[in-house]
C-alpha cells in the first residue's frame, strides 16, 4: 500500500474524490476574482484589499474555529462552512453573468467566503485524524496535498480559457456548484468508522491552547516561521497577477498559465513528501523557509515571462514541502484533546498576517513597483527564518507527542511558585 495506504478507509476515498472537484473549483476561482478586480478597477492596491478582506476572518476566528473543533460534531460543522463557501461562489457567479457586478460586492462576498473558511480550515484540519487515524495521518496529509495542488494545476489554467472564452462569472459558477460534491460526501460519511478518541476532559479554553504553545518550542519555532513565509512570501495572488500584467504586459491566459506552472512544483513537493515522513521538524520547516525566500527574491529580477515561469515550480516544490512538514509536525506533535485548539492557532498563524500584510503589499506594487515589492517580501520572509533558526536551533527538537499535563500542569505550578 506505502503511499496509498490512506485508500484503504473509506470514507478518506469518499472525500478525496470530493474535495478534487472542489478544489480544481477553488483555485478557478481564485484566478477569476483577482481578474475580476483587475477589470472593475485596474489597480493592485485594490487586489491588495480585497485579499485582506477574504482572509481577516482567518486572523479574528480561525482560534474560535479550532475550538469548535474540540467541542461540536466536525463533519455536521463541515457541511455548514462547506455551504457557506457555495452560497458565496454562486452569489458572484450571478451578478457575473447578469452584468450587475460591483466591487463592493466582490468585497462582500470574499469576506463572507472568508467567514466560512475561518471555521472550516481548523475543523477540517483536526478532523484529518478522525477520518484516517493517527498511524496513517502523515499519509493522508501528503495524499491531500496531491489532490489540493492537482486542483492547482488544473483550475488556474482553465480557469484562465474560460475567462479568454467566456468571461470571469463561469469560473465562480463552477466553483459553487463542486461544493454540493463535497456536502454530498461529508453525508455519506461513515461516523462509526472514524477514529474518535475519548475526551479526557471537556474543557476547551483558548487559553490553555495557548500556553500549551508557548511552552512547546518546536511548535512554537514553526509557527513564527511559517507566519513570516506565508504572510510576506506567500502571495501569488498579488505576486503573479501583477507580474504577468504591469512587468510582462500579458493577458488572461497567460496569467492563468502562471499558477497552474506554479502547482507543477507544488504537485512534485507533495508526491516526494509521502516519502519524508520522517524528516518532517522544526529544522525542516525552517532550512525550507530560508531556501523558499532566497528564490523568491531570485524571481523579483527574472528578466523575462519565460525565466520567472521556470522559477516558479521551484518555487512551489520548496514552498509546498516546507509548509506540510509544518502542518504534520504541529498535529503530531500535539495532545489529542487540544489539538483542535493548536490548529486554529497554527491556521491563524499561517493565513492571519494576509489580512494585515497584503493591502500594503499591493500599495507598494503601484507605488515602488512590482519586482522591488517581490524582493522585499523574500527578503523579509528569509531574515525571519534565519534569526527563528538561530533562536530555536538548539531547543525545538522535541519528542513526538507531549501529554497536556506534561505542558500544562508544570506552566500553572511555576505561576504558583
Known amino acids: 500500500m506505502g503511499t496509498l495506504r490512506s485508500f484503504k478507509h473509506r470514507n478518506f476515498k469518499i472525500l478525496f474524490s470530493a474535495n478534487f472537484l472542489s478544489n480544481i473549483g477553488t483555485w478557478a476561482q481564485g484566478v477569476a476574482q483577482a481578474w475580476l478586480i483587475l477589470e472593475l478597477t485596474d ?108 486542483g492547482r494545476l488544473i483550475g488556474p489554467g482553465l480557469s484562465g480559457l474560460l475567462i479568454a472564452a467566456y468571461g470571469t462569472g463561469v469560473s465562480f459558477l463552477f466553483n459553487g456548484i463542486s461544493y454540493l460534491f463535497v456536502i454530498l460526501a461529508l453525508i455519506s460519511i461513515r461516523e462509526n468508522e ?79 513528501s509521502a516519502r519524508l515522513e520522517k524528516k518532517r521538524g522544526p529544522r525542516f520547516v525552517m532550512i525550507g523557509s530560508m531556501i523558499f525566500s532566497a528564490v523568491l527574491i531570485i524571481s523579483a529580477v527574472a528578466p523575462t515571462y519565460l525565466i520567472y515561469s521556470i522559477l516558479l515550480p521551484i518555487i512551489g516544490c520548496v514552498a509546498l514541502l516546507t509548509f506540510i512538514g509544518a502542518n504534520t509536525m504541529v498535529q503530531l506533535r500535539t495532545d489529542s484533546q487540544i489539538r483542535g485548539r493548536v490548529m486554529g492557532i497554527y491556521i491563524t498563524v499561517f493565513l492571519g498576517g494576509t489580512p494585515i500584510v497584503s493591502p500594503f503589499i499591493g500599495l507598494m506594487t503601484q507605488e515602488i513597483g512590482t519586482r522591488p515589492t517581490v524582493a522585499i517580501c523574500g527578503l523579509i520572509s528569509l531574515l525571519a527564518a534565519v534569526i527563528t533558526f538561530a533562536k530555536f536551533k538548539d531547543r525545538g527538537q522535541e519528542p513526538d507527542s507531549f501529554a497536556i499535563a506534561d505542558v500544562l500542569e508544570p506552566t500553572y505550578e511555576n505561576k504558583k511558585d
Open 194 to 272: 472514524l477514529f474518535i478518541e475519548p475526551k479526557k476532559s471537556s474543557s476547551t479554553k483558548i487559553r490553555e491552547a495557548m500556553e500549551y504553545v508557548a511552552a512547546r518550542p518546536d511548535i512554537l519555532a514553526v509557527m513564527i516561521t511559517v507566519f513570516f513565509a506565508t504572510s510576506f512570501g506567500l502571495n501569488f495572488n498579488i505576486f503573479n497577477t501583477m507580474m504577468a500584467t504591469q512587468v510582462f504586459d500579458k493577458g488572461a491566459a497567460e496569467y492563468g498559465a502562471l499558477g497552474s506552472i506554479l502547482a507543477v512544483g507544488s504537485l512534485s513537493a507533495a508526491i516526494i
Open 43 to 150: 489597480s493592485g492596491t485594490y487586489l491588495g484589499i480585497v485579499t485582506s478582506l477574504q482572509f481577516a476572518p482567518i486572523l479574528f476566528f480561525s482560534i474560535s474555529g479550532g475550538k469548535i473543533a474540540d467541542k461540536f460534531n466536525k463533519r455536521k460543522v463541515l457541511m455548514l462552512t462547506n455551504l457557506t463557501a457555495g452560497i458565496s461562489a454562486l452569489s458572484v457567479a450571478a451578478l457575473v453573468l447578469t452584468e450587475n457586478i460591483k466591487i463592493w460586492h466582490v468585497m462582500f462576498f470574499a469576506f463572507m467566503l472568508g467567514m466560512g473558511n475561518a471555521i472550516d480550515a481548523p475543523v477540517r484540519q483536526s478532523f484529518n485524524v478522525e477520518v484516517v487515524g493517527k498511524q496513517d495521518l502523515p499519509n493522508a496529509v501528503g495524499l491531500n496535498s496531491t489532490n489540493f495542488n492537482v
